[in-house]
């Protein structure tokens, strides 16, 4: 009996610490899908018929192993949108009928061949290929990437030119590639040179240190994070990277503190990123956030959108979704220890 392949919302639970990962310009195809912990529980919508039980060649990057583990919670931990839209997509043909829109923008894993060489030519070939598939079209964001080599923010042994979260320990990751360049471009016009920013849960100090190199030694970059030992090897990992002089001079810092009441001593701020999903905008937040400045924050539960937040001159709050994710949760210290 033919097979029936289908792409539809799937219910998703995922486990403590593996999330922080977007796939709206890394990989459309996975935009909309959530897939279930075996990938025979492939679905798609009503317009998809299959005539035999065989995987579409054009499929296959998708459903390799690579791509889809057999447990896919462990990878599917991002931008995925759970709202039953269809996927905007090209055709592809089985058996010349063309059976639903795909197209395969950027694969989650990028080919061997790229990793040969130094550690800053697999940097350069991580952020060129993000520019190759349009996550990055910011030649600031795209300097600043490949000035800050992400092989030091992460634990050793783990692939770090991979587009990829990777686990830090402590039920938290650092996110994906694609997921630190969609949030620097977003506050791109809000880290020019003088400007404040902070990132709430700081984690490695990977993107802390990408926005201490962008306001420059002459702005404030402030790192907030809630498990000290995190603390203390994001200091580390930053001495051994190229905003180490923004670390010694000052101009860039980390702090243990709940991030959810921010950092008042440095307010307000032009720029705010939040590296946790909040139920709901934390308040602290919104006061500490600048007239004219623009926060990033993924809000929700199990149904998670990556927020902009604009704060006007008259000190009113304009908010738009900018894509669906999956972060894991912006909660006490005691929670992220328990897994939430």
């Known amino acids: 009996m033919p097979m029936l392949l289908?792409?539809?919302?799937?219910?998703?639970?995922?486990?403590?610490?593996?999330?922080a990962y977007g796939f709206r310009n890394c990989s459309p195809p996975l935009k909309r899908l959530l897939a279930h912990s075996n990938t025979n529980n492939l679905h798609h919508y009503h317009h998809l018929r299959r005539r035999n039980n065989t995987i579409p060649p054009q499929l296959n990057t998708l459903i390799s192993f690579n791509f889809f583990p057999r447990n896919l919670n462990c990878l599917l931990t991002g931008s995925l949108d759970l709202k039953s839209q269809p996927i905007a997509i090209s055709?592809?043909?089985?058996?010349?009928?063309?059976?639903?829109?795909?197209?395969?923008?950027?694969?989650?894993?990028?080919?061997?061949?790229?990793?040969?060489?130094?550690?800053i030519n697999k940097n350069?070939?991580?952020?060129?290929?993000?520019?190759?598939?349009?996550?990055?079209?910011?030649?600031?964001?795209?300097?600043?990437?490949?000035?800050?080599?992400?092989?030091?923010?992460?634990?050793?042994?783990?692939?770090?030119?991979?587009?990829?979260?990777?686990?830090?320990?402590?039920?938290?990751?650092?996110?994906?590639?694609?997921?630190?360049?969609?949030?620097?471009?977003?506050?791109?016009?809000?880290?020019?040179?003088?400007?404040?920013?902070?990132?709430?849960?700081?984690?490695?100090?990977?993107?802390?240190?990408?926005?201490?190199?962008?306001?420059?030694?002459?702005?404030?970059?402030?790192?907030?994070?809630?498990?000290?030992?995190?603390?203390?090897?994001?200091?580390?990992?930053?001495?051994?990277?190229?905003?180490?002089?923004?670390?010694?001079?000052?101009?860039?810092?980390?702090?243990?503190?709940?991030?959810?009441?921010?950092?008042?001593?440095?307010?307000?701020?032009?720029?705010?990123h939040v590296g946790a999903a909040a139920p709901e905008i934390p308040q602290p937040l919104l006061d500490q956030l600048k007239p004219g400045g623009r926060m990033v924050i993924p809000v929700g539960n199990i149904f998670q959108d990556l927020k902009v937040i604009d704060k006007n001159e008259d000190g009113s709050i304009s908010v738009r979704s900018e894509t669906s994710v999956r972060y894991v949760p912006l909660t006490s210290k005691d929670a992220q220890l328990r897994g939430y």
């Open 6 to 19: 289908m792409l539809m919302p799937m219910s998703l639970s995922l486990p403590a610490g593996v999330i």
């Open 91 to 119: 055709d592809v043909e089985v058996n010349h009928e063309k059976i639903f829109p795909l197209k395969i923008s950027a694969p989650c894993y990028l080919p061997k061949r790229f990793w040969s060489g130094s550690s």
């Open 124 to 272: 350069k070939a991580l952020v060129e290929h993000l520019q190759n598939y349009g996550t990055i079209s910011s030649k600031k964001v795209s300097e600043v990437m490949e000035t800050i080599d992400r092989a030091l923010f992460v634990p050793d042994g783990t692939p770090a030119y991979v587009d990829s979260p990777m686990a830090i320990g402590y039920n938290a990751t650092i996110s994906a590639p694609h997921m630190h360049a969609t949030c620097l471009q977003l506050l791109e016009e809000n880290l020019k040179s003088g400007m404040h920013v902070l990132d709430v849960g700081s984690g490695t100090g990977y993107l802390t240190a990408c926005f201490a190199l962008m306001v420059g030694p002459q702005g404030r970059a402030v790192g907030v994070e809630h498990i000290p030992e995190l603390a203390d090897s994001s200091i580390k990992n930053i001495k051994k990277s190229a905003a180490a002089p923004l670390l010694k001079e000052g101009s860039l810092s980390i702090h243990v503190g709940d991030g959810r009441q921010g950092w008042p001593e440095f307010a307000p701020y032009d720029a705010i």
